[in-house]
């Protein structure tokens, strides 16, 4: 081991510091160094099997010092030297029988260069070691079955290695050779390898005799991330660069704790954001979960819920579990996924706990479950009955993208046991594929004769075979050893194209094939980018982890009847955001055969206009749906707020969009606005007609009686106030707004100058008692003119002065109704409106005052009297206007004001001219100068 490389022991994990103590020992033998490595050799099978249960113990005790760095080592120099002594001569028979025992086997092919190997050939295997207690009798290792896909995964790395050799540009005048191990899928046998291939300890059987260390550079491998720590922890001392195929865990990405390890399957963080897209994709929020209780499963799960929560999914459930549980764990999981209110579960898991879930699923005979998985097992053909197939169709997860390698189908073609004779795992391999004994083994018939199977004659051909192992399109494992050797040979191919000082190395050195040390390769991996002949580039990045990318796979049961997996989509991790996922939809099926996609939420969307409210004490995919208030809206599914609308506009009943406001002001198409302007018409002919029959009448003693002059001038006047009204109707504009106000205050004042001109001569006329008395002449048809133009030029100064300085403008008034825009016009200036208002109200009081005193007069026809009844109906109106204006807002207000208008104005039309009219149409023998002045007896009539 290069000096240097170790690291301070309280830094490093136990199963570090025991390493790294038992190469130092080694190391430091030099008198019995032969003696010494054959006690080595021996405690390592103690070692192998205890240190996870040593660390573990010293972990929690906190001994880190003395215990756990000289304790050990004290015990391999000891336990070396006794046994070395105790054996002298007889220790190799010895070893060879306890490897033997352990079984080990292997395949191997001498080279220049030798890669290990570390693959799960065999599953669900456990050994039956008690890790505390000494024990020279090692217990075998339990077997339960052979993977065939696992066996296909180790041939790919001898294929590969042999492309390699045969390629004369890569590695040229180099071999490539390989030590490969079955590592049973147990973390525990996984460090009894790791170990071996590091300290050169394996043994073979050829003639019972022991090899000696092997110069192992770099190993492929393992399969389960539990197994990739095991190796990696007991190989990173040693700086030993480490690609694994299969272990995805987010935890082997932290460089600090495992320096050497790269791989060429994408992490489980990767995964695990591919999972939820996917999840989502499909509307997915209320899920149940299950992992294996190891360090893919937790870590794995602990990465999926982390990127759930994020996107908002939340997890109904949540079970964890391992081979070793009781099955009555195992059934409660079924139980509770039975029970859940979601039917969709996503599982992250390895291959031996889902063959147990399944076992118990099809044993509850639990169905309508929509199965989501990790590459772990979604692409393991592992329903072996028929009826259990049904529970596994429709089943969608991540696979690791496959392509296909040239010539790897025809090499796997040509396995055989002749190739590899006596070795136990070809041997084992074409048993389990043809259902027969092999007669490969020592001649005995007892496996024959006990399993009651068939001997395997060497006849049987793997062309008519079509399971895991020869079926390349079920998972894209393959794939990835291939890119793990081709990672280690353009590492090599880097390291020896090197120019002599322009190394990487100290004084610029650079590594020499018969030379270079582990760490030197470990270097040139870091960096290395290739293309692979299928058009890949291949690059780790500072974490060792490959570019992320996953086909989508659905299970469906083809023509055959038989279970398949079609890829219907795939997932790019460097593809821009919200285009990581492409899926065609229209290809999958869903559990049970369906067609439709499984709901899985808790409640269901709320729809636009409404928003959700959490209930309280449940997570927050379940909650209740609220409609918007008033003036509020949603457009979006699920949205956890209403928005207001802008100040113009309005929620519409749905309350999904905003509207604009609905816009009011009295019009002259609605109901109200016609007869407001009907009846504006009606005044205007009335004044009219009056006016024709005065004219017609001029001659008549009522009408020179009644001063025509000034009754034609207020007939004019409200022609011209009824002519006003109608401004108040349609849009308010700017030049509407100026006359509303204006035209109507000049009018209205014209009228009551009018109307007081004619009360003051009535009264002057009835004063004059003596017929010498000059008092009409003061008030001759000159001065009335004059009295009526000042007046009404008062208020036409008033009016003036408000246009100058702040004339009446239409405004949008949003005080009363929230869900309306009442257009109307405002005042502009407040001084000048309360001026010309005060105004005309003083013309009104004055003029109604000397009414009432001029109402008892002796005449037949008293004018006084009618113009007093005018007066009354005039401020009676327009005391009741305000407030009715005040609880009448909006278009009412103006309504309100036209109506006063007319009112005041018909009132004083028919008072005034009402009873003249009569006389002059009806009873025109009272149109006489006697009936005039009162010397006719209406009652002799």
Not at 69 to 94: K, T, W
Not at 173 to 200: F, M
Not at 695 to 707: D, G, I, Q, S, Y
Request: charged share 15%; glycine share 8%; hydrophobic share 40%.
């Amino acid at each position: 081991m290069p000096t240097g490389l170790l690291v301070r022991p309280e830094l490093q994990k136990p199963s570090v510091v025991l390493a790294n103590r038992m190469a130092v020992i080694v190391r430091i033998s030099t008198k019995r160094e032969v003696t010494f490595k054959r006690g080595i050799r021996l405690a390592h099978l103690f070692l192998a099997t205890t240190d996870s249960s040593l660390a573990s113990v010293l972990v929690q005790k906190k001994t880190y010092s003395i215990v756990a760095i000289f304790l050990p080592a004290m015990f391999q120099f000891v336990f070396g030297v006794l046994v070395g002594s105790a054996f002298p001569l007889g220790l190799d028979a010895l070893n060879c029988r306890l490897w033997e025992r352990i079984q080990l086997p292997n395949i191997s092919k001498g080279g220049d260069i030798v890669l290990g190997g570390i693959f799960s050939v065999h599953l669900n295997s456990f050994q039956q070691i008690n890790s505390f207690q000494f024990q020279f009798q090692i217990q075998p290792v339990v077997i339960f079955s052979f993977d065939l896909r696992g066996f296909r995964l180790l041939q790919t790395m001898i294929f590969t290695i042999e492309e390699i050799n045969r390629d004369e540009r890569l590695l040229p005048n180099i071999t490539l050779g390989y030590r490969i191990h079955d590592d049973c899928n147990t973390p525990e046998i996984a460090t009894e390898v790791a170990l071996a291939l590091v300290n050169g300890q394996e043994e073979t059987y050829v003639n019972q005799a022991c090899d000696g260390p092997l110069n192992i550079s770099g190993i492929v491998g393992g399969r389960g991330s539990s197994s990739s720590i095991a190796i990696a922890r007991t190989t990173g001392p040693f700086r030993i660069p480490l690609v694994s195929h299969f272990s995805t865990c987010v935890c082997l990405s932290d460089r600090n704790e495992y320096p050497t390890f790269h791989r060429t399957i994408p992490s489980d963080e990767h995964q695990s954001k591919a999972l939820v897209h996917l999840v989502q994709k499909f509307g997915w929020t209320w899920i149940g979960t299950v992992n294996s209780n190891n360090d893919y499963g937790n870590s794995g799960m602990r990465a999926f819920v982390e990127a759930a929560e994020e996107f908002g999914l939340c997890i109904a459930f949540s079970e964890s579990f391992q081979r070793t549980d009781s099955p009555d764990k195992i059934t409660r999981i079924v139980q509770v996924i039975k029970e859940a209110s979601t039917k969709v579960v996503v599982a992250f898991a390895v291959l031996g706990e889902m063959r147990l879930l399944f076992a118990e699923v099809l044993r509850q005979n639990l169905s309508g479950v929509q199965w989501v998985g990790s590459e772990g097992w979604i692409t393991a053909d592992f329903v072996v009955v028929d009826s259990g197939r049904r529970f596994l169709t429709g089943a969608i997860g991540t696979a690791v993208r496959a392509q296909e390698i040239p010539g790897l189908q025809d090499f796997l073609l040509t396995i055989h046991p002749s190739r590899f004779p006596g070795n136990p795992l070809v041997m084992t391999f074409w048993e389990t594929t043809f259902g027969c004994t092999s007669s490969f083994h020592s001649g005995t018939n007892e496996v024959g004769s006990i399993g009651r199977l068939p001997w395997c004659s060497g006849n049987e051909s793997l062309l008519q075979v079509d399971n895991a192992y020869t079926d390349l399109t079920m998972d894209g494992n393959s794939y990835m050893v291939y890119k793990a050797v081709y990672a280690f040979a353009h590492a090599f191919h880097d390291m020896l194209s090197c120019e002599s000082g322009k190394g990487p190395f100290p004084n610029k050195t650079c590594a020499r094939l018969s030379t270079f040390k582990p760490w030197q390769l470990l270097h040139y991996m870091k960096s290395i980018y290739f293309t692979t002949k299928v058009g890949e580039n291949v690059h780790f990045d500072e974490k060792g982890n490959p570019t992320a990318a996953y086909d989508i796979v659905n299970w469906k049961i083809n023509a055959n009847g038989s279970l398949e997996v079609q890829t219907f989509g795939y997932y790019n991790g460097s593809g821009p955001p919200g285009k990581e996922l492409v899926l065609n939809l229209h290809e999958i099926v869903w559990s049970g055969g369906k067609r439709q996609i499984p709901r899985a939420v808790c409640s269901e969307s709320c729809s636009p206009g409404t928003r959700k409210i959490a209930r309280k004490g449940q997570p927050i995919c379940c909650f209740d749906c609220k409609s918007c208030a008033d003036g509020e809206i949603t457009n979006t599914t699920d949205s956890a707020d209403c928005m207001k609308c802008p100040p113009l506009y309005w929620s519409n009943d749905q309350k999904d969009q905003c509207i604009p406001k609905k816009i009011e002001y009295l019009g002259f198409t609605e109901i109200l606005g016609m007869v407001l302007v009907i009846l504006a018409l009606v005044g205007l002919c009335m004044s009219g007609l009056t006016a024709g029959l005065f004219f017609r009448h001029r001659e008549t003693p009522l009408v020179k009686a009644n001063n025509s002059e000034l009754s034609f001038l207020l007939l004019f006047a409200l022609s011209c106030c009824f002519l006003c009204s109608v401004s108040f109707n349609g849009e308010p504009s700017h030049w509407s707004c100026m006359l509303r106000r204006t035209a109507f205050g000049v009018s209205f004042v014209m009228c009551i100058s009018c109307v007081l001109v004619k009360t003051i001569l009535v009264l002057t006329a009835f004063k004059a008692t003596h017929p010498s008395s000059n008092r009409m002449k003061w008030f001759g048809q000159r001065q009335q003119r004059i009295s009526v133009f000042l007046l009404a030029s008062v208020q036409g100064l008033i009016s003036v002065f408000w246009l100058f300085i702040a004339p009446p403008f239409p405004v949008i008034n949003t005080k009363y109704y929230r869900e309306r825009i009442i257009l109307e016009c405002d005042t502009g200036s407040s001084a000048a409106f309360y001026s010309a208002s005060g105004y005309i109200a003083l013309l009104s009081c004055i003029c109604f005052v000397l009414a009432f005193l001029a109402r008892k007069l002796p005449d037949n026809f008293n004018e006084a009297k009618c113009i007093t009844f005018s007066m009354l109906i005039f401020c009676a109106v327009w005391v009741t206007f305000i407030p009715a204006s005040v609880s009448s807002p909006g278009k009412y207000t103006v309504a309100v004001e036209v109506f006063a208008i007319l009112a005041s104005s018909f009132g004083l039309l028919l008072c005034i001219f009402a009873p003249k009219c009569f006389i002059i149409v009806i009873t025109p023998e009272r149109n006489t100068k006697k009936h005039i002045m009162g010397k006719v007896d209406e009652r002799n009539l």
